[in-house]
């Protein structure tokens, strides 16, 4: 696999920029749930029609004049429940909340003053979808939450409907239990989920550099990392037998050693001097955005997205990336997953030029 090839690009119907994504399974298919910059509402793409969607959302928090919430969803986690999808998600100023994606409707929502949402990802415990979240805080909590948790929020809408201040109608407290009050000094910027020694972890990296793994049925720490520098995505994939936690930088991936919290040698992005010196002076918006991780033809593999729009393959085994950075955006990618689609391995890529870029990683 040296290289990947663009399979597939579509534009999302608002013509916004898509800040987040996640995929689930639907009647067999993948279903793509994106988030853009607009507000309270997702967009669904079905990749085999190429068919966009979308779906608007109850405001939980009420009108947007009368609350501390920007109104603007933009991460966003996906699950199936009983065979309906339901989405989580919140932004920056947003707290957390879960809804029906087919009626838009609220199954639950974080008390507003709990404070915005930085990072969502989605977990499977004893079988059932969780949402797994990280506030944007300073400090920042990591949060686990049940995907199949309804409110009897049904009792409010008389009060919500009446034109109650929302202060009358957001008394119900639903706090997800946090996996440590004040795990990160700053947001969290990177969440990923996995099994360590038999257990049900996760893993979770902040704008503080910090990076930590959770065990999920104590609710409590495994190994907190030397600090690194602003981490901007994290993963936790098997590598020649022996399960590593990966950290994305501005310019490198590096592979950590659970047991130790110690980290190896980072993979560059390029091992031209001469590249680097001129990076530096560039604008550090333009290196890593976001990554994830996955196994494709069995080797472990790193894709990122970088803010000048290109897209990177690494070769977590071979500590090397799979040919050049390729070409992949006009402007930063916000998002990327790792799926199956056709029988194929693929990329799906997402970011400011609104549109979603699939590509096939199982190149020979």
Known sequence: MEAAALLRSSRIISDSPIQDLDIVIVAG??????????????????????????????????PVEKTMTGGCLLEIGAAVIDGRVVVGGGGYEQPFAQWDLETGAVRTYIRADHGGLAKVSTVELAGRPWFVCGDSSMP??????????????????????????????????????????????????????????????????????????????EKAPVVQFEPLDTIRGVGLV??????RVVAAEQRCVTLGDPDTGTWDEPIEMSEDPEAEDDYEDDDEDEGIECMTVGVVAGRPIAVTGSGDGTVCCWDLAGRRLLGEPFAGHDGEVFAVRITELD?????????????????????R
């Open 29 to 62: 298919r993948p279903l793509v749930v994106c988030t853009d910059f607009s507000g309270q509402q997702v967009f669904t793409w079905d990749p085999a029609e190429d068919r966009w969607t979308a779906h608007q959302l109850e405001n939980p928090y009420g």
């Open 238 to 243: 098997t590598v020649d037998g022996q399960v």
């Open 343 to 363: 029988g194929r391995a693929v990329a799906l890529t997402a970011g400011r030029d609104s549109h979603i870029r699939v590509w096939h990683l199982d190149q």
């Open 140 to 217: 920042a909590t990591v949060r686990l939450w049940d995907a199949a948790q309804r409110d009897a929020l049904i009792e409010d809408e008389e009060a919500r409907n009446e034109g109650y201040d929302p202060e009358d109608y957001l008394q119900i407290e639903h706090v997800a239990a946090p996996l440590e009050r004040f795990g990160h000094v700053d947001s969290i910027s990177g969440l990923a989920s996995g099994t360590f020694r038999g257990r049900s972890v996760v893993v979770s990296g902040g704008v503080d550099g910090q990076v930590m793994m959770w065990d999920l049925d």
